[in-house]
């Protein structure tokens, strides 16, 4: 059972109307489960210029290694990524959910594998790949709304090298 089932909520999908008296007509009952957007933050403040900066923060990343977007590394070596989730005034948000898909070389599999890297104090990142990774793309996204769309995206092209060849794991 959902907090909103059989109670009646005031829903807005456009600007609320002018006449007070045509605003009942916006109000309905909720039947069944009903999950509705919150922001993507542990403690976020209630005060409107703080949450627009949410929705306007955007996201950093990049390869310690070669402090850019791209990078090559030997297979079996430790790849570690790093970034900064910020919102317009420079400020770091801290503890947002970021999203991290790998896509393989093909492009055509996009797979989430980690959903519960959060932004430490300054909003700050840390992702630690694990050894036996292959040439893939790793895409962050930040969404400033759960569920919602996809406010900030990232992406990084990592380039894995065994026996002087380029690494790509064939899948059965």
Known sequence: MSAAEGHRVLVLAESPPKAPETLASYWTSVFGSVRFARVNVESAS???????????????????KTRTFGSSSIYGQRVVVRGRLRDLRGHGVQGARIDVYHLRRTGKHRRLVKTGLKTRAH??????????????????????????????????????????????????
């Not at 703080?50 to 923060?57: D, G, I, V």
């Open 46 to 64: 209630s005060i409107p210029a703080a949450l627009w900066a949410l929705l306007r923060a955007r996201l950093r990343v990049w390869f310690v």
């Open 123 to 172: 909003g700050d990142l840390t992702l630690i790949l694990p050894l036996n990774v292959d040439t893939r793309r790793i895409e962050f996204a930040y969404r400033a709304l759960r569920p919602g769309p996809i406010t900030s995206r990232r992406m990084l092209h990592l380039t894995v090298m065994r026996h002087g060849t380029v690494f790509v794991r064939t899948r059965k």
